[in-house]
């Protein structure tokens, strides 16, 4: 990472792309943000419409339209492009579309020269992040996606708001798939240092209208609602990479549902997934395992062999 100098490469500048690209900017998270796009019209049209706005901004930027060769000294380069997700359609039925599209972005990215730090938000993410991991031939760790952070702020959020509080005191994950087969691990759920599941046995609905799997299933069924609503989503997951951004640029060592590689954690090896990791400068620092329950240890499980079975014939 530069001294005194946060520099930020988006590839694709489409709606996720420059939602994440506002949120950089309202937020002041870097110094200079490059847009790279295969209609170089758009990138350079978005780079305008940003700077336009420089002077109701926090703190100077530097925003342009740019090429790849302006990865050579990027801190991380945020890969946002791809073909949209359709509505009805799961994002496991965009990988061979998007996988294509991967293999025309990492090779130059790579042949700029940059050593940085690849974060992925193109679905399906966990095995876009696989890709990129194996395209490119960087250590794991520098590689990571999305994963289930967004999933985790809507579950915080609806926890949040089912037990009137304030969704930065609830303490929970959703963790696998980025998709149909996540899961949230309820005994590692606290609101502040009480388990959620004794706050649920406590209160007579929940416990009785099965309140918690409402909650699950909503958050697992989300994006499908507001994709057939609006065609697509986008501010969550700019929020969301945003958060990451921040994480890796000030090397905080925060604690983050990201899609990482497992390499013996939960009994599994050799794939991407979301599960809590501390990230910093150099990426994923470390995967925090959690104590699951043999039942959440099986959803898990289930959840990798769903994306392991989707990654086979790539390469």
């Not at 509080?165 to 963790?175: E, G």
Request: charged residues 25%; glycine residues 8%.
């Amino acid at each position: 990472m530069q001294a005194g100098k946060r520099k930020v490469v988006i590839v694709g500048t489409g709606m996720v792309g420059m939602s994440y690209a506002y949120s950089l900017l309202n937020q002041s998270v870097c110094d200079e943000l490059v847009l790279i796009d295969v209609n170089k019209a758009r990138a350079e049209g978005e780079a305008m419409d940003l700077n336009h706005g420089l002077a109701f901004a926090n703190s100077s930027m530097t925003i342009y339209a740019g090429e790849y060769e302006d990865c050579a000294d990027a801190d991380i380069v945020v890969i946002c492009a791809g073909v949209a997700q359709k509505p009805g359609e799961t994002r496991l039925d965009l990988l061979k579309r998007n996988a294509e599209v991967f293999r025309s972005i990492i090779g130059p990215v790579v042949a700029s020269g940059f050593n940085g730090i690849f974060l992925v938000a193109t679905n399906p993410v966990d095995i876009m992040t696989r890709i990129t991991c194996e395209l490119s031939g960087f250590n794991a760790g520098r590689v990571l996606g999305s994963g289930t952070a967004l999933d985790t702020a809507r579950l915080r959020y609806l926890v949040g708001d089912y037990l009137k509080t304030d969704p930065r005191n609830i303490h929970a994950y959703v963790m696998g798939e980025h998709g149909d087969s996540e899961f949230v691990p309820w005994s590692q759920a606290l609101l502040a240092t009480k388990p959620i599941l004794e706050i649920c046995q406590e209160d007579q609905v929940c416990a009785q209208q099965g309140k918690l799997q409402e909650i699950e299933e909503e958050v697992r069924t989300a994006a499908y609602k507001i994709i057939e609503a609006k065609r697509a989503t986008y501010y969550g997951i700019g929020m969301a990479l945003t958060r990451i951004t921040k994480a890796i640029l000030g090397d905080e060592r925060s604690v983050l549902t990201v899609s990482a590689m497992l390499k013996g954690e939960y009994g599994q090896r050799d794939v991407y997934v979301g599960v809590p990791c501390i990230i910093n400068k150099n990426g994923v620092q470390r995967i925090l395992p959690l104590n699951l329950t043999e039942e959440e240890l099986d959803k898990l499980a289930k959840s990798c062999d769903t994306l392991r079975e989707s990654y086979e014939g790539i390469f």
